[in-house]
């Protein structure tokens, strides 16, 4: 039972992290334009995990380095796409918004890999429209392109997750997260060489060093440890529930920090898709078993 405790806190702590650096993200690119953070971001993670984990790194062979480097060039494109989003909308709409994903995997299964979703897939995936519309779309029935893009790197953070369960088996965690910070380096390295100005990083205040920090060491670091590390404890359900609190964390922290405002119709499509990622991620087991005690 200590274990199974200490498994949530852990996974807990990763949620409010992840949580906390959409309000950061949103500060830093108001400076720094979206390839050159990520540059600054995976660089500087895939050094750091790289040197933790360089032994399990040394024995991997071409194609599971490959694998790692294709995964991690996706992982970049939703990043990128995400992080553009979010100098056009606010930092708790992009947190609901990208949390979609949950809701997107199934489907996305079913597509490549022909294996149908559930019911409770579909009604997640009903919710979870209805919810996209109380949040993006205006009195038009339009939305603006800041949601549009956050929800393009939500179908691209559901296409990572399909490259992970592709390429990292029979690998080291570790290792594979490093190659795949590798990998989104160098891809945000030759975008920002072709689409951007590198030179800006030369141009950069002590207090966006410092977000970046922030960024690298507890939003990528300690999460992937406490998530690890977590998960091992804790079963898979309750650990789905838990992570799902990332976007109720980024709605907490955008309206403390950034002064966003809710409106009923937005906090009633967070509710809806809060609701359609839990219905995904659990397929409502929690209620299940409390009925069977």
Request: charged fraction near 10%; include cysteine.
């Amino acid at each position: 039972m200590k274990k199974d405790i200490e498994g949530s806190i852990l996974l807990f702590i990763a949620a409010l992290i992840w949580g906390s650096s959409f309000i950061v993200m949103k500060s830093a690119v108001d400076f720094l334009t979206p390839a050159v953070l990520l540059f600054l971001r995976f660089s500087l993670a895939a050094l750091l995990l790289s040197l933790l984990f360089f032994k399990k790194i040394k024995i991997l062979n071409f194609q599971q380095i490959k694998g790692g480097l294709i995964t991690g060039s996706c992982l970049f494109g939703a990043y990128y796409v995400q992080t553009w989003g979010l100098n056009y909308t606010t930092p708790g709409k992009n947190a609901f918004l990208t949390a979609v994903y949950c809701a997107i995997v199934p489907f996305l299964v079913w597509l490549f890999y022909r294996k149908r979703p559930d019911i409770y897939h579909f009604i997640a995936a009903l919710i979870c429209i209805l919810g996209i519309g109380c949040v993006s779309l205006d009195g038009n029935l339009t939305m603006n392109i800041g949601d549009f893009l956050t929800l393009c790197g939500g179908f691209l953070y559901a296409g990572h997750i399909l490259l992970i369960k592709k390429y990292s088996q029979g690998i080291d965690g570790g290792a594979f997260t490093s190659l795949q910070f590798i990998g989104g380096a160098l891809v945000a390295l030759i975008l920002a060489l072709v689409t951007e100005d590198l030179s800006i990083m030369t141009q950069i205040q002590s207090s966006i060093y410092l977000q970046i920090l922030y960024l690298v060491i507890f939003a990528t670091a300690l999460t992937m440890f406490c998530q690890t590390t977590g998960q091992k404890y804790t079963s898979e359900c309750r650990a789905s529930l838990i992570l799902s609190l990332e976007s109720v964390f980024g709605v907490a922290f955008s309206i403390a920090f950034y002064g966003e405002v809710l409106t009923l119709k937005v906090l009633l499509g967070f509710v809806l898709i809060f609701i359609a990622v839990i219905i995904s991620e659990t397929k409502l087991s929690f209620l299940k078993k409390g009925a069977t005690q």
